[in-house]
């Protein structure tokens, strides 16, 4: 009980700070994400790979650097913000939807042997949450894009994120560690919240172009 108080008590504060820096501060919020990049690689990168590991330095560009990098360069050009904001809303939808239905009806597990909490179910329910996430980002910017198209966006992102914690839910198996890191009282090390974002980024940046003429 104490760690559930902790984890909904910081997990309320996080947010606060992350999306007030985000809307009103978009400078700083992109110092914001160069600190978390900066901790995940100094204190929680060597608790997957040793440092004079081959793949120490031969992953850490692809993920989590450039992620980071990307995300810090999108929050710096105006009209992408606009990206940024699709991504996080998604990903907060998608995360709590597969949390609570994944706990009340979660029977069919994905990857037992990498992430035994992940299910079908909660996949699911996370993308009905995902595509609650999309019409209200859509509402907001009266954004006049196919349903259709919309909808197939939302599942893509869905399966970036859910395909970018299994991931880390896999490196963290091979180190035989429950979490990246410690930073992030109640929900482990920064790289356990950004792990499906640092995927769907890859996803956001590479389709910018078509993402925002739907998103206008």
């Known amino acids: 009980m104490n760690n559930f108080i902790v984890r909904n008590v ?29 901790a995940s690689i100094v204190f929680e990168w060597k608790n997957f790979f040793k440092p004079d590991t081959l793949a120490f330095w031969l992953l850490l560009p692809v993920y989590p650097v450039l992620p980071f990098v990307l995300l810090i ?3 710096q050009i105006a009209h ?10 998604l ?32 996949f699911i329910g996370g993308y009905i949450f995902a595509c609650f996430g ?3 980002v859509c509402w907001i910017h009266q954004c006049t894009g196919s349903i259709f198209i919309l909808a197939a966006i939302t599942l893509a992102l869905s399966f970036a994120l859910l395909f970018g ?15 990246s890191g410690t930073l ?32 206008s």
């Open 10 to 38: 910081t997990g309320v504060i996080y947010g606060l700070i992350f999306w007030a820096t985000y809307i009103y501060f978009p400078l700083c919020f992109s110092f914001l994400l160069a600190a978390v990049a900066l």
């Open 73 to 75: 360069y999108m929050n």
């Open 80 to 89: 992408l913000r606009i990206l940024l904001f699709l991504l996080f809303v």
């Open 91 to 122: 990903a907060f939808s998608f995360d709590t939807g597969c949390y609570f239905i994944g706990k009340l009806f979660g029977r069919h597990k994905i990857l037992p042997s990498v992430s035994p909490g992940k299910s079908w179910e909660g």
């Open 134 to 136: 999309m019409w209200l």
């Open 165 to 179: 914690d299994l991931f880390e839910s896999k490196l963290k198996r091979l180190a035989n560690i429950k979490d």
């Open 184 to 215: 992030m009282p109640g929900h482990g090390g920064f790289l356990d919240r950004f792990d499906g974002i640092l995927f769907a980024t890859y996803f956001i940046f590479l389709f910018r172009n078509q993402l925002l003429q739907l998103l």
